[in-house]
């Protein structure tokens, strides 16, 4: 049975930290990323990380503020989150995939193949 389970989310004010956690299990995944979905709004892709960990992909707008990482041995993938603003409140995702992705569609939601049930951060502000 394959599961994604996230943690760490909560309540933070503005410039605030937090780290996201997911833990893996079921099977051996590929790449993996942390997506994002506000209130009316598409889910859209915030980090992405390779497989063995060594390649990375952020989107334009938590560039220098959030760091994925990831430890193959504890099978969980990790965001953490510096200098949180108002519009990062969204509930936070956890998706991996099956086999390897090319790094030009890495950060493409309709590449994942297992998702978690999210969990919420909320930035007061």
């Known amino acids: 049975q394959v599961q994604l389970v996230e943690s760490g989310g909560g309540l933070v004010q503005a410039g605030g930290s937090l780290r996201l956690s997911c833990a893996a299990s079921g099977r051996t995944f590929s790449n993996m990323g942390w997506f994002r979905q506000a209130p009316g709004k598409e889910r859209e892709c915030v980090s992405a990380?390779?497989?063995?960990?060594?390649?990375?992909y952020y989107a334009e707008s938590v560039k220098g503020r959030f760091t994925i990482s990831r430890d193959n041995t504890k099978n969980t993938v990790y965001l953490q989150m510096n200098g949180l603003k108002a519009e990062d409140t969204a509930v936070y995702y956890c998706?991996?995939?099956?086999?390897?992705?090319?790094?030009?569609?890495?950060?493409?939601?309709?590449?994942?193949?297992?998702w978690g049930r999210g969990t919420q951060v909320t930035v007061s502000s």
């Open positions: 998706a991996a995939t099956r086999l390897p992705i090319t790094p030009a569609r890495a950060m493409d939601v309709r590449k994942y193949d297992y």
């Open positions: 990380i390779s497989g063995g960990g060594s390649i990375t």
